[in-house]
């Protein structure tokens, strides 16, 4: 019988966009919980909110196989968002057996981490001799600033998710976007280094991204002006500092080009990590922010 | 494929209910709403969908072995090897002592002549003497082809900070003839020890100022870098902090660890690696070198170096370039 070969990839993109190649598979990343969250950020680039199913959960079953053919490619590191990776009912399992391929780091808004969860975490940790790695989410150093954008009440329920996870051994790398002009200048992190210090936290980890102007945040601040796109003329002579060069995503739906371009159909690349394994033309505006603030979503 | 997250309501409660119930039923495509059908069904014809043999294809030349012209050196049975010297000369005076009594047939230093320490062109005439062989590190790179920067490869200002000091006294202070020699080293070298091949590098064999720590390197990582190379072993440096992790297939993977300043141990003494040919096993010590840290700290001060690299010595716990370390080596980090 002959194997099922359809030839659906997008149109050959005309020559004056960019194709970034994958020259290793660095980084594998999960849509572990979809686009499912239990809150509805103001700024998310992929619209998570409570009844956003856009991407469904992923389940440990799903997503052994891509652990093992991750492993075959040479991954190097697994990342895990959503969503809120939490909102999985399977996710320490899913940590715990990722442990073993290696390195592992969640991103998540610090919200669903009680005590005994983060005891649990850390004995997961503790486990493996790879490195299990938290980033929470946070927008702002007080309720005034952070909850208009994460929601009320969010701001101290953050504070109490991340002293959880210090308490429990586990010290997780705050990340903070430019939604505030100030959030990245020196004296803005310094604002989040004395928010860690008053917590009891001795070794401040910190990390700053910028907005992406698409899903809510589009609607938030505006969208992207028609010339806000990569051609490729831009290249300073390779794509190597983009993530895409190096990663993929992992989603209910199949295997996408970057955490970013989920909500895109055309972000999607194939089933498993081998349909993958090619070029990617960087047709969307949202590459064009990866490529001018040197964007790695990595930690 | 993919299960469905029940909702609850009781996280809707402290936010405006359109925000959270405005996707019910809906997909978000880029910034539209659309049925959810909708988007995965163009999700579903999206992309390539490749036959079983396709893909084995694609996966097989993706990781396909890469031709390697670097001559190889050897045989031997019984070598040293070292990186990250950071300019302590009184370091490496004791490592080549040692090298000696070890009774190593050859001496290799993976790179990082500079950086951190005091008076860079000491470390020249030491390395002459000993008649170390050695690689370029991201330093030497930068030194000889007279960049800004180290290109050391971290992420945060707070270990960019640091390596600027570190880089622009060690440009200042090394003689353009040194500079030119650094330039004159090879990238990477491959070594016969015994029956195995080793590849030799400064960060990894992809990227000089790649980070290969052992909390954040997995086993078969390791087997896809070393099967595309052709080598049973990689020995390379540039963490400052040493490891040995016997692979599956019966490969090692070795960092060598750094002699310039401590493993961030609370310890002053510094690392370095002896490898042994034992036939079927391949024996990697990593070994402790007590040196003269009261002198290096004395000349570090006289020099006006920043007084955090100087407490880095004299208590063996790093204070600088702590950022990029991953969560286990951070966990065990005083600071």
Known sequence: ?299 | MGQRIPEDPAVHKDRSTDKLTVHRGLATWGEKLVPLDRFREAARQAGRQLSASERSRELESFTERRADPTPVEGPFSKIVVFGGVYSNHFALEALLEASHREGAEAIYCLGDLGGFGPKPDKVRPLLDEGRVLAIQGNYEQSLASGQEDCNCGYTDPRDNHFAEISYGYTDRNTSADFKRWMGTLPERRRVRLGARELLLVHGSPRRVNEFLFASTTPAAFLEVLLEQEGADGLLCTHTGLHWHRKLPSGRDAVNVGAIGRPANDGSTSVWYTVLEDYGPELSVAHRPLAYDHAGLAHEMRAEELPEEFVETITTGWWTTCLEILPAKERARSRF
């Open chain 1, 1 to 299: 019988m002959a194997e099922p070969t359809h030839s659906n990839a997008p149109p050959a993109p005309s020559a004056s966009v960019p194709v970034v190649e994958l020259g290793s598979l660095d980084t594998l990343w999960f849509q572990v919980s979809g686009t499912v969250c239990n809150l509805a950020c103001s700024h998310c680039f992929v619209s998570s909110s409570p009844t956003n199913h856009t991407h469904e959960a992923l389940s440990l079953a799903e997503i052994e196989p891509f652990l093992i053919e991750g492993a075959a490619l040479g991954v190097r590191e697994y990342y895990f968002t959503g969503g809120e990776p939490f909102l999985n009912p399977d996710l320490e399992a899913i940590l715990a057996r990722t442990l073993a391929f290696g390195p592992a780091t969640v991103l998540t808004n610090g919200l669903l981490l009680p005590p005994d969860r983060c005891r649990r975490l850390a004995a997961i940790a503790e486990a493996s001799s790879y490195s299990l790695d938290f980033r929470v989410s946070m927008d702002g150093y007080s309720a005034e600033t952070n909850d208009p954008i994460r929601g009320d009440g969010t701001f101290d329920r953050i504070l109490g998710g991340i002293t959880n996870l210090s308490a429990a051994g586990l010290n997780p790398v705050i990340t903070v976007t430019e939604v505030h002009d100030d959030n990245g200048t020196v004296q803005g992190k310094q604002r989040f280094f004395r928010l860690l210090e008053r917590l009891g936290i001795d070794k401040p980890r910190l990390k700053i991204l910028p907005v992406f102007r698409i899903g809510a945040e589009a609607e938030r601040t505006g969208a992207y002006e028609s010339w806000q796109r990569l051609r490729e003329s831009d290249s300073p002579g390779s794509w190597e500092h983009l993530q895409c060069s190096s990663c993929r995503m992992v989603t209910d739906q199949g295997v996408w080009v970057c955490p970013i371009l989920v909500n895109e159909p055309e972000g999607k690349m194939g089933e498993t990590l081998a349909d993958t394994l090619t070029g990617f033309a960087m047709t969307h505006s949202a590459c064009w922010t990866c490529h001018v603030h040197g964007v790695s979503c990595r930690t």
